[in-house]
T-cell receptor, first 114, second 113 residues
Framework: ETGVTQSPTHLIKTRGQQVTLRCSSQ?????VSWYQQALGQGPQFIFQYYREEENGRGNFPPRFSGLQFPNYSSELNVNALELDDSALYLC?????????????FGSGTQLSVL | SQELEQSPQSLIVQEGKNLTINCTSSKTLYGLYWYKQKYGEGLIFLMMLQKGGEEKSHEKITAKLDEKKQQSSLHITASQPSHAGIYLCGADNGGGSQGNLIFGKGTKLSVKP
């Protein structure tokens, strides 16, 4: 186990609704990254938070937003859900700093949008 | 933008056989990561390679980055059912932020007892 926990594990929502996913990072890690993994695809980078501020964003619309708290846990919020948002959402924590450090992934939240 | 292509897409091998998975990048790789994923679960870190020609091994898994730093291979020796899963290669996207990796689509490995 990596020490990164995500909740909930599964979620079913209806198109147009809003959802909040949560992630607790591994002890000692101050950076959290969020990824979306559609079925049969590799994970796609959504954004990263470092010391409570957004520190890089992938090609995702503004309805994907996030927060990082003083204890370095994080939330991913998605507004106005679309069917294509159905995916496995992964968060990963790391110690922070530049490139070249490994990410520790949680087990993910499986989101289904009907 | 950088893309990672993995081959093969899927692989079925008999227990005890060796196998190789390849990962090819459209651009020079500055950090190449191999992860393993069980279906619908999180990613487990296997290895990270940064230098051209670098090779790392852990138990029966060996990963190598070629000299030109555009291709990596993952080799499993004497495969076991526990090796089954999806293998993903990832690379630093050069955006300066540590957690910004791009991934290939993965190689699904099945090991028949």
């Amino acid at each position: 186990e990596t020490g990164v926990t995500q909740s909930p594990t599964h979620l079913i929502k209806t198109r147009g609704q809003q959802v909040t996913l949560r992630c607790s990072s591994q002890s000692g890690h101050n950076t959290v990254s969020w990824y979306q993994q559609a079925l049969g695809q590799g994970p796609q980078f959504i954004f990263q938070y470092y010391r409570e501020e957004e520190n890089g964003r992938g090609n995702f619309p503004p309805r994907f937003s996030g927060l990082q708290f003083p204890n370095y846990s994080s939330e991913l919020n998605v507004n106005a859900l679309e069917l294509d948002d159905s995916a496995l959402y992964l968060c990963a924590s790391s110690k922070g700093g530049g490139e070249g450090e490994k990410l520790f992934f949680g087990s993910g939240t499986q989101l289904s949008v009907l | 933008s950088q893309e990672l292509e993995q081959s093969p897409q899927s692989l079925i091998v008999q227990e005890g056989k060796n196998l190789t998975i390849n990962c090819t990048s459209s651009k020079t790789l500055y950090g190449l990561y191999w992860y393993k994923q069980k279906y619908g679960e999180g990613l487990i870190f296997l290895m990270m390679l940064q230098k051209g020609g670098e090779e790392k091994s852990h138990e029966k898994i060996t990963a190598k980055l070629d000299e030109k730093k555009q291709q990596s291979s993952l080799h499993i020796t004497a495969s076991q059912p526990s090796h089954a899963g999806i293998y993903l290669c990832g690379a630093d996207n050069g955006g300066g932020s540590q957690g910004n990796l791009i991934f290939g689509k993965g190689t699904k490995l099945s090991v028949k007892p």
